[in-house]
């Protein structure tokens, strides 16, 4: 009998409930049957967990070992401020409206409202030629990127990259380039092999790094040198400090090769709202001349509904003028976070990258493995982080560290860290 | 002004492609130049529409599974069809009966704790991140304990999603290109497009092998399988290895003894998965919820769970529902809920009613209607783009079916008395004199 949690008595179950019940005797009679459907080989080229949940899952090992020890979760990238009142009451009366005969709204249009394709062009891509019709709203970046088909977890399940190197680590069909301290976290584009997509994040999720102006004149470059498709993931740009630029659109040249990604998630705290807009420019064709616009269309129509229009209504609220100055106040607190915790890092002696551009602090251990760094920190204080290896071969001896958080949270986490020494 | 230097100006002046090809150019720049000026003035003149002409493409080749795809999806298709009739008569009060879009008020039960939910993320206490990509829990054993009591399907089988239309795009990828699809004839457009994306369709095997997956609904017929015939079906699974991928989106609407649910049948947690939403229950088709259940006893012929990889899709290509909808879909589940969402359920069920009296009256031969909100009516011989190009073109058939709706209404509910004379419709077979037929009879 499964009773529900917190539930009433429910009169009108009986009008839900099956006409038919099943007994014990009847699944008996199947136990052990196999269907004769071969599971997916590509599922099978997946390493492990995807990488959050197995940080969840230790997060939860730890706080059973050590019920008492108040843990510090700086592992997930996850957003830990509320919302602003200008944009939690739009969402609250968008739902309400819901229940009259004149706010009720059905199926949206797959690719967004029309309102808020054009206030995310107007504000995001001010001056670059991106028109409301190149930007489709999504339910945030991570689905797109499947819906893109580009990314490494995604990419290994489409069956893009073949079979693992078991020595290095490495999906056999991918390209990795390897940015670390020795090429200022930038790919170096002349030893790098062409290929069709190339998928590139900056301000970076894990390293940190925000490309300049002239990195990414070079990456453009090097797409169109190679006829190859850039994805662009700019969820992090409102981090960016020090004037790189924000958008690929900014580099000229790139709405012929480049497609960008991005989400309200670290903007306006919308990881659970579900929020974020692919840019697909009608400039951008496949080698037949089709634009991909069309086929990303197509996409958008046949595997997807549309965004929540309650989640639509949140981001067309942060993007009006009251809206837009809360949320950028809500970024400034995770960046002095941030500074709080480059701050800590350096006074332990620790190399640490990031923290300056995005809410990331890269911190390099050399010669260490990144899961032992990530156990012996969980161990002697409590704070959750990201090892590096998780990322990618190259962040093996590294540490990722995140900083959202509530201000006393990283303040207790800066002391705990430095009684480290 | 020279021969050369008109006819050039010409040639610009009209349509660009004959003039700018790069072969014409070639022949201008080989012919005899007797005026060089003038000659690089026109080379000039054509640098910009040049670069149009020869733009810029990647190396990247298309998706070819892509370029199999017939035509657009077909729901926007129709709504582009119906936005070009509204802009060519912009005074005739178009009444879609097309695609399958909720138009009444979600019940305030629902929406006010999708307020409340919004509110509580701008307060300290009440403000979530990222929540879990399987569905909140709460939401989840809710979910399990009303649709399927008794079924033996739990909480940790349930996965909360954005809706039944992402949920079989990922279940495609989850199966993979290498698997061969079943689907019924006719059926919801999202199942075949889908398997075509992921490339499963135009692969022909050698061996003709019956491991299909195979998607299952009664949208579009509105005809909801019986006991005996899931039996059967549960059945042929068994026997061929296959899966069954069971869209139950309309089951609230079943009216007679039909399952709602496949699990009702015994043997099927082994051979099946089912697909559901709060789209048509709740009005949720702009909110975005739904689920799927996947038993624990499903698996793989290596004996993997389908469930695992399921959940690992789901981890990897999406990040949960929106946690506000997700409040909503709670609430959906509450006692109160529950009896809401049934009321709105009776309400189209009544609509459904009303189409199914006028198209009967009017001889046609109608099926679905009594489980489903659809109606799916019969025009033997007839192309079906045709026969709904002409409900489209016919602005006065149009009214005339709305006059005929509200009549309908009216004799039924007792207030205007039944005239034989003029109510007597003679069913015939070709349905464009039925047309002009209603006319002359209406008056």
């Given at each position: 009998m499964y009773k529900s949690l917190s539930l009433s008595s429910m009169p009108c179950k009986a009008m839900l409930q099956p006409t038919a019940r099943i007994t014990r005797q009847d699944s008996e009679n199947f136990v052990d049957y196999r269907t004769k459907v071969a599971r997916n080989p590509t599922m099978e080229r997946l390493q492990r967990n995807y990488l959050f949940p197995e940080i969840s899952a230790r997060e939860a090992e730890h706080m059973e070992k050590y019920p008492n020890a108040k843990v510090i979760s700086l592992g997930i990238g996850d957003t830990t401020q509320p919302l602003p009142d200008v944009v939690a009451s739009s969402m609250a009366n968008y739902a309400h409206n819901l229940s009259t005969l004149t706010g009720y709204r059905g199926y949206g249009?797959?690719?967004?409202?029309?309102?808020?394709?054009?206030?995310?062009?107007?504000?995001?891509?001010?001056?670059?030629?991106?028109?409301?019709?190149?930007?489709?709203?999504?339910?945030?970046?991570?689905?797109?990127?499947?819906?893109?088909?580009?990314?490494?977890?995604?990419?290994?399940?489409?069956?893009?990259?073949?079979?693992?190197?078991?020595?290095?680590?490495?999906?056999?069909?991918?390209?990795?380039?390897?940015?670390?301290?020795?090429?200022?976290?930038?790919?170096?584009?002349?030893?790098?092999v062409r290929t069709d997509i190339i998928f590139f994040c900056s301000p970076n999720n894990p390293t940190g790094h925000a490309a300049s102006r002239e990195q990414l004149e070079r990456l453009v470059r090097f797409a169109q040198e190679n006829g190859s498709i850039i994805v662009y993931d700019s969820a992090y740009a409102f981090y960016i400090t020090d004037g790189s630029p924000r958008s690929i659109y900014e580099i000229p040249g790139a709405e012929k090769v480049a497609i960008e990604v991005s989400s309200f998630s670290k903007i306006a705290g919308f990881t659970g709202v579900r929020l974020g807009w692919t840019v697909v420019p009608e400039q951008l064709l496949y080698a037949n001349g089709f634009p991909v616009i069309n086929d990303f269309n197509r996409i958008v129509c046949t595997c997807f509904n549309g965004a929540s229009r309650i989640a639509q209504a949140g981001g067309l609220a942060s993007l009006s003028k009251e809206g837009y100055k809360a949320v950028i106040?809500?970024?400034?607190?995770?960046?002095?976070?941030?500074?709080?915790?480059?701050?800590?890092?350096?006074?332990?002696?620790?190399?640490t990258y990031g923290g300056v551009n995005a809410p990331y602090l890269w911190v390099h251990f050399p010669g260490s493995n990144s899961w032992d760094v990530f156990n012996e920190i969980l161990e002697k204080t409590h704070i959750i982080t990201v090892p590096g290896s998780g990322f990618g071969p190259a962040g093996k001896d590294f540490i990722r560290v995140t900083a959202f958080g509530h201000r006393e949270n990283i303040l207790e986490a800066s002391k705990r860290l430095r009684s480290l020494l | 002004m020279?021969?050369?230097?008109?006819?050039?100006?010409?040639?610009?002046?009209?349509?660009?492609?004959?003039?700018?090809?790069?072969?014409?150019?070639?022949?201008?720049?080989?012919?005899?130049?007797?005026?060089?000026?003038?000659?690089?003035?026109?080379?000039?003149?054509?640098?910009?529409?040049?670069?149009?002409?020869?733009?810029?493409?990647?190396?990247?080749?298309?998706?070819?599974?892509?370029?199999?795809?017939?035509?657009?999806?077909?729901?926007?298709?129709?709504?582009?069809?119906?936005?070009?009739?509204?802009?060519?008569?912009?005074?005739?009060?178009?009444?879609?009966?097309?695609?399958?879009?909720?138009?009444?008020?979600?019940?305030?039960?629902?929406?006010?704790?999708?307020?409340?939910?919004?509110?509580?993320?701008?307060?300290?206490?009440?403000?979530?991140?990222?929540?879990?990509?399987?569905?909140?829990?709460?939401?989840?054993?809710?979910?399990?304990?009303?649709?399927?009591?008794?079924?033996?399907?739990e909480e940790d089988d349930i996965f909360v999603s954005d809706g039944a239309k992402s949920d079989i795009s990922r279940l495609q990828v989850l199966f993979g290109s290498n698997v061969t699809m079943a689907v019924q004839d006719p059926s919801y457009p999202a199942y075949v497009d889908s398997s075509v994306i992921l490339g499963q369709t135009g692969q022909f095997q050698k061996e003709v092998e019956k491991h299909h997956i195979f998607l299952f609904s009664n949208n579009p017929t509105g005809y909801a399988a019986s006991r005996e015939q899931l039996t059967k079906l549960v059945q042929f699974a068994k026997e061929n290895g296959s899966i069954i991928v069971y869209d139950s989106a309309y089951a609230m609407y079943v009216s007679d003894d039909s399952p709602r649910s496949i699990f009702e049948i015994p043997g099927a947690k082994e051979v099946a998965l089912e697909v559901s939403s709060f789209s048509k229950y709740a009005g949720f088709t702009g909110v975005r919820l739904g689920w799927t259940a996947i038993p624990k006893e499903l698996v793989y012929s290596d004996g993997f769970p389908v469930a695992k990889d399921f959940n690992r899709i789901v981890c990897t290509c999406f990040n949960g529902a929106s946690n506000i909808a997700q409040a909503g879909g709670l609430a959906c589940v509450s006692a109160e809920g529950i009896k809401a969402m049934h009321e709105v359920v009776g309400f189209?069920?009544?609509?459904?009613?009303?189409?199914?009296?006028?198209?009967?009256?009017?001889?046609?031969?109608?099926?679905?209607?009594?489980?489903?909100?659809?109606?799916?009516?019969?025009?033997?011989?007839?192309?079906?783009?045709?026969?709904?190009?002409?409900?489209?073109?016919?602005?006065?058939?149009?009214?005339?079916?709305?006059?005929?709706?509200?009549?309908?209404?009216?004799?039924?509910?007792?207030?205007?008395?039944?005239?034989?004379?003029?109510?007597?419709?003679?069913?015939?077979?070709?349905?464009?004199?039925?047309?002009?037929?209603?006319?002359?009879?209406?008056?």
């Open positions: 249009a797959e690719q967004g409202c029309k309102e808020l394709r054009k206030a995310i062009a107007e504000t995001f891509y001010k001056d670059m030629g991106i028109q409301d019709k190149e930007v489709f709203v999504s339910d945030g970046a991570q689905c797109d990127i499947s819906r893109l088909q580009a990314y490494v977890d995604s990419s290994v399940i489409i069956g893009q990259t073949g079979d693992v190197e078991n020595e290095s680590g490495r999906y056999r069909n991918i390209e990795y380039m390897k940015c670390g301290p020795h090429n200022g976290f930038f790919p170096n584009l002349s030893k790098a106040s809500l970024v400034d607190y995770y960046k002095e976070n941030a500074e709080i915790l480059l701050e800590t890092f350096e006074s332990l002696g620790v190399r | 020279s021969a050369i230097h008109q006819n050039l100006s010409t040639a610009i002046s009209s349509s660009a492609s004959t003039f700018l090809g790069y072969n014409n150019l070639k022949n201008i720049k080989s012919s005899n130049v007797s005026l060089p000026g003038r000659i690089s003035g026109v080379v000039k003149c054509v640098s910009s529409p040049s670069a149009e002409k020869t733009a810029y493409k990647t190396k990247v080749s298309r998706n070819e599974n892509l370029a199999k795809l017939q035509a657009g999806y077909l729901f926007p298709e129709i709504a582009r069809r119906r936005n070009a009739h509204m802009l060519k008569y912009p005074d005739a009060q178009v009444i879609s009966l097309g695609i399958g879009d909720t138009t009444e008020p979600i019940p305030e039960v629902i929406t006010s704790a999708m307020s409340k939910r919004s509110y509580a993320l701008s307060t300290i206490d009440g403000y979530s991140g990222y929540g879990a990509e399987q569905g909140e829990k709460q939401l989840r054993a809710a979910i399990a304990s009303t649709y399927y009591a008794d079924l033996g399907i189209y069920k009544e609509n459904t009613a009303i189409i199914v009296d006028t198209f009967n009256s009017l001889g046609f031969k109608v099926y679905g209607g009594k489980n489903a909100p659809y109606v799916w009516v019969y025009f033997p011989g007839q192309s079906s783009w045709d026969v709904f190009a002409r409900f489209l073109r016919r602005p006065m058939s149009l009214q005339l079916l709305e006059a005929v709706l509200d009549l309908v209404v009216k004799v039924s509910s007792g207030s205007v008395p039944l005239d034989t004379g003029k109510m007597f419709w003679k069913p015939v077979e070709d349905s464009s004199s039925c047309t002009s037929f209603c006319v002359r009879d209406w008056n």
